[in-house]
């Protein structure tokens, strides 16, 4: 793989998925922050504070990478949540909230990294989105529909800034082992387990890789991509 450093900028990166985020991009030599509400990212990476619903934070926490390591050329938006209850249960701030964080985050992210790609004529967009998004799931309107919105983001980007040297992707994930899915119940990672062809939940790291390989020099041409990583669960979705 060909991959020239950069200045990469991960949302959410002191824990779980967005955390080994860090740590692959930090492996392989790059300029490497993250955003956090608490807590760090790796050794080794810068920590700036921001909360993606406030376009404020966003904007200072951008503002401190650039003057550290200069211009965000990789932007990867992470953050997320979930406020998993049934549609007649579902309030509509359990809604709005979610789709603020997971949809509305993302575009504020990106929005605010298309400056600098747009002046530097190159730039790599990698969202995370989730197997959900494509699959749907009951009891997870809000997350699912964020997830999905951020399919249209990708490829309205792709289709806006692609003849700028910007690509934008998505990651869809299946289940892997966060804290996100520690709090499933034993009997519920059994169900899923047995509906994943390869019968396992995913290490945080096996949807970094994937990450990194899109930020890499060798995926140039791939945009407007969804990529799965998940162990088979979404097929044909
Ligand atoms: P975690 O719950 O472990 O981490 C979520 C991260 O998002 C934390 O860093 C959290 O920061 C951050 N975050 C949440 N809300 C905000 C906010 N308003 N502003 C800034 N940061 C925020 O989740 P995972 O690591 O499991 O998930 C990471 C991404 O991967 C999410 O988008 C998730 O939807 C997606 N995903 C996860 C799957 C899984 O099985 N785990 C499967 C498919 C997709 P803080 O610590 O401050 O709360």
Redo the contacts with the bound molecule.
């Keep these: 793989m060909t991959t020239t450093p950069r200045t990469v900028l991960i949302?959410?990166?002191?824990?779980?998925?967005?955390?080994?985020i860090a740590e692959a991009f930090l492996a392989e030599g790059h300029r490497v922050a993250v955003?956090?509400?608490?807590?760090e990212g790796p050794e080794g990476s810068l920590t700036v504070r921001?909360?993606?619903?406030?376009a404020a934070s966003i904007d200072a926490a951008f503002t401190e990478v650039e003057q550290k390591f200069g211009p965000v050329e990789v932007v990867v938006?992470?953050?997320?949540?979930?406020r998993d209850t049934l549609l007649l249960r579902m309030s509509e701030d359990d809604f709005t909230d979610v789709v603020?964080?997971?949809l509305s985050?993302a575009f504020r992210v990106v929005k605010r990294a298309a400056k600098g790609m747009l002046k530097a004529k190159f730039g790599r967009v990698v969202l995370?989105?989730?197997?959900?998004g494509l699959y749907g799931s009951a009891g997870q309107i809000n997350?699912s529909a964020s997830?999905s919105g951020l399919i249209g983001i990708a490829r309205s980007l792709t289709r806006e800034l692609g003849s700028r040297g910007i690509t934008a992707n998505v990651v869809?994930?299946?289940?892997?082992?966060?804290?996100?899915?520690a709090v499933l119940p034993e009997a519920t990672q059994a169900e899923y387990k047995r509906n994943i062809p390869a019968g396992r939940?995913?290490r945080?790291e096996e949807?970094a890789k994937a990450i990194t390989w899109l930020a890499s020099d060798d995926a140039a041409y791939i945009s407007g991509a969804v990529i799965p990583v998940d162990g088979g669960l979404g097929m044909g979705h």
Excluded: L, Q
């Design positions: 949302t959410g990166g002191n824990r779980g998925i967005g955390f080994a955003t956090a509400r608490s807590g921001a909360d993606v619903t406030d938006a992470n953050a997320g949540v979930t603020d964080t997971n985050g995370v989105s989730s197997v959900v997350y997830k869809a994930p299946g289940f892997i082992e966060t804290e996100m899915t939940f995913a945080p949807v």
